[in-house]
């Protein structure tokens, strides 16, 4: 019987082609990209990362959850970072002013709603924040103004009902919006500030008392960090957050579209 | 100067004094009793009450978030029956720094104990004395220097507790938040002025207790 052999030419310069396909695609495996999110986009963004590594085969991707302020805080002392999402512009705007973002990478990608929540079981109705003045309200969770954009919105929706020197004194400070949902949940405080996604991914142990309304919108910016060492991967996750498969992610976890 | 990095520091040893107090009698007792006693099970009463020391704090925060929690079996019982809730409380944050330093005092005091001559406590006895009165006059003076040794790390280590803490007492100036506390979230606020200023003040604090330990032993002549 005669079957047709390969040269041993042949036979090389496939081999050669195979090591060339293979060097090239480990080179575009090399790109791990690193994400410092807000944590309030905790849920929606580990969503998010699956759905980027499967349209983009070899990216993988890290998150970094904490609050902004903290985020930020570790950018500016140099973490490598490549992607930064925050949950309030003044962050960002601050990280634009200190140099630290790429040009025209920046774009806002979903906004939110700030709740007063209290735990499912709790007897204290809370139908105004001024109910929060009433002695039923022991404790009441926001995260920390200096600290955490969650904080700061709630301490500006108090501070224009005139209502912050009377509950000051109740604040437990949170050290992002996700611990001060935990209290809540725990049925630790009577009463707390999040956002309306952060009280939808607990609604069995949290119940909204009304949407709180806040001095300015909440809109969460997202941006490729200059110096990050995956430019071009972090370039295509921002637009990925952007796209309409980002954005049906988002959705799905509550955020409003920008 | 910013007053809250002093009242940080107030609390921070305040907080630290009680755990140690309360250590001084649990672990000196638990220590007492593993080096005294001879039972089925020692060994592994020596472990669980050495977990402390080798679980990571956030372990523990988070049993006792669970258990001395509002929803917590013992959480509850102390609130339904005397109105106590421990969660954000100083109180609260004193029982985590005392379950964090217990296996060094009572490790350091077993051993201690277990380095004193049984012939001496005998000899007590042959003398007259009772029971009560040969632990407190022969056997506690002759293992002080060892407990002691136990009991300023125990110490040091209270002053700088900070997972367990941050979760079961929370973060509330003036209340709950010590120093440790407070250094993490100005550097997470990016505040680093204020952290500049709180560093400062835990590191010259850790110096004084540092001395103020190589004092005591001189006097003591000597740790072991």
Known sequence: MHTRRPSLRRCLARVGLCAGLGIASLAAAAAELTVSAAASLTTAFKELGPAFEARHPGHTVRFNFAASDALLAQIAKGAPVDVFASADQDTMDKAQAQGLLVAGTRRNFANNTLVLIGPADSPVALKTLGDLARPEVKRLALGKPEGVPAGRYAKGALEAARLWPAVEAKAVYAINVRQALDYVARGEVEAGFVYATDAAAQKDKVKVAFTVPTATPISYPIAAVAGGPNAEAARKFVEFVVSPAGQAVLAKHGFQRP | ?224
């Open chain 2, 1 to 224: 100067m910013d007053s809250s990095a002093w009242v940080a520091l107030a609390l921070s040893l305040k907080v630290a004094g009680w755990a140690t107090a309360l250590n001084l009698v649990l672990g000196v007792a638990a220590g007492y009793a593993l080096a005294r006693t001879r039972f089925i099970g020692r060994d592994v009463l020596d472990a669980l009450l050495t977990l402390p020391m080798v679980l990571p704090p956030t372990v523990l925060g988070y049993y006792l978030l669970v258990v001395v929690g509002k929803r917590g079996w013992l959480g509850a019982w102390l609130h339904e029956t005397f109105g106590i809730h421990l969660i954000f409380t100083w109180q609260g944050a004193v029982i985590a720094a005392t379950i964090v330093a217990f296996p060094l005092v009572m490790k350091a005091a077993r051993a201690a104990f277990e380095g004193v001559d049984p012939k001496l406590e005998q000899a007590a006895r042959v003398l007259g004395l009772g029971e009560v009165a040969v632990f407190f006059r022969v056997t506690l003076p002759m293992a002080w220097h060892g407990i002691l040794a136990g009991v300023l790390l125990a110490f040091a280590r209270a002053l700088g507790e900070f997972g367990a803490t941050l979760m079961v007492a929370g973060s509330i100036p003036g209340q709950t938040q010590t120093l440790s506390i407070a250094v993490y979230e100005a550097v997470q606020a990016g505040q680093d002025d204020q952290a500049n200023l709180l560093v400062l003040i835990t590191s010259l604090t850790c110096i004084v207790v540092l001395l103020a330990a190589g004092r005591l032993s001189k006097v003591r002549g000597g740790l072991p």
